[in-house]
Structure formats: structure tokens, C-alpha cells
């Protein structure tokens, strides 16, 4: 059983940074699709930064520049390294998580992902 335990959320004003840890349990990291997901209140969820079989990370158009995905096997954990932030990237941020899935042409696709954690509020006033 896959857990996965979201933490380093909070609140920062425009312009700010910010990292969001993502420790896995019950399996080992990397080698599939793991990442992060927001969602925005009265928005969908969406994709923010996955890393996939290949060691291969897509970003969404809006973060790119701006976050940086990374991972850390001794700690079991995924980073969220987010700098220059906008109060537009005020969401929840969710760690998600598929061992099945190595690959995935749509990698932002939220059904393809089995494991989710609780999620972490991230704020940024202007």
C-alpha cells in the first residue's frame, strides 16, 4: 500500500518561494510516475510537475521556469521547489503517485494516478 504525505505548505507574499516535500511509504521512489497535482478553489485539479520512468519531469506551461521538481531515493521523498510565486498559484497541492504507470503520454491525466495524498495549502498574497 502506497502512501503519501504531503508537507511545507504555507502562506507567502508575491514573489516568494516555497518547497513542498512528498514522502512515499510503503514503496520505493522513482522508476514511474510520481508528482504533483493543485487545485484551486472553484477550479479542476491540474497537473503542476511530474516525473516519470525515464527521469523525465513535464511541467505545466504556467510553472515552468518557476517550480522544480526533484527527488531524493535515501529520503523517499519528492521536492516542490517553488520560486516566484503569484497569487495565482494559490491552490492545494496534492502529491500523486502510480507505480503501474512509467510512462504516460498524458502525464497530467488525474485517473491515471492511484495514489493521492491529503494535500497541502499553499497561499500567495499579492
Known sequence: QVQLTESGGGSVQSGGSLTLACEVSGYAVGGYC???FRQAPGKEREGVAI???NSMTTY???VKGRFTLSLDK???TVYLRMDSLKPEDTAVYYCAADP???WLA???TLREYHYWGE???V???S
Request: proline share 4%.
Open 34 to 36: 510520481l508528482g504533483w
Open 51 to 53: 516525473l516519470d520512468g
Open 60 to 62: 505545466a506551461d504556467s
Open 74 to 76: 535515501a529520503k523517499k
Open 100 to 102: 503501474r504507470k512509467y
Open 106 to 108: 498524458r502525464p497530467f
Open 119 to 121: 494535500g497541502t495549502q
Open 123 to 125: 497561499t500567495v498574497s
